[in-house]
């Protein structure tokens, strides 16, 4: 199972402003491992989506150029303080985690 | 919905199929010009991963706002932040211009989000990092360049 993710939203006026921090390796299958010569195999999020209170705001694609550990950052208008804020990651292996937050 | 999406774009040979998709309720307009299917990821360089997000040239734009180092010590880390004040901005998209496969990231906006993303890539060598934009059905983009001192791609 995979690491769970940190996800922090916070209101700024109207906007919610919401950082997902996620636990990932993010191998992109070029890099060789410095012990054996070998070349690490991919492993990175393909996938991310996130909702408030059940509705998608946000759903982005990703390949193995994004850093380790990946972080996000998006701002929602609209959204309220209590409301459930969900994140979802599928990587390339078929692994996935959901995490939620409420907004604070 | 993506394998059909797939299928759609992979069939179409101009703009006139989809938009005949399109007119038959098939795909909505926005699926079609933002959401990137997997071949775009592992496009080797930008022209072919422009044509397999299926998006059209793109206009270059003042109101796109990127923000990143302009000189990134660890290519591995380098933090990007794209704001786009364009009205109806529905998809950004991060490629860093000389990475093996040069889209990093797309986002689709829905719901309230706004046209702006925050997030952190690796960067091969020194490169422009371009910001795609998707706003009313229409293509903009903007460059900054970044300079890499030690590469974060391969060993």
Sequence with gaps: ?104 | MNALRRNVLKGATGAGAVAVAVAAGLITPTRVLAGAPRSAFEAKNLADAMKGMGLPPATDSKDITIKAPDIAENGAVVPVEVTSSIAGTSAIAIIAEKNNTPLVADFEFSGGAQGYVSTRIKMGSTALVRAIVTAGGKTYQAAKEVKVTIGGCGG
Aim: no cysteine.
């Design chain 1, 1 to 104: 199972m995979a690491e769970p993710m940190k996800i922090r939203a916070t209101m700024a006026g109207d906007t919610a402003d919401i950082k997902v921090l996620m636990n990932h390796p993010m191998e992109t299958g070029q890099r060789k491992d410095a012990k054996t010569g070998q070349l690490v195999p991919a492993h990175y999020i393909t996938e991310v989506t996130a909702t408030i209170n059940g509705a998608a705001v946000l759903k982005a694609g990703m390949g193995g150029g994004v850093s380790k550990n990946p972080y996000l950052g998006f701002k929602v208008k609209g959204a309220k303080a209590g409301d459930k804020v969900s994140v979802s990651w599928v990587d390339n292996t078929g692994d996935k985690r959901t995490d939620e937050t409420t907004v604070g």
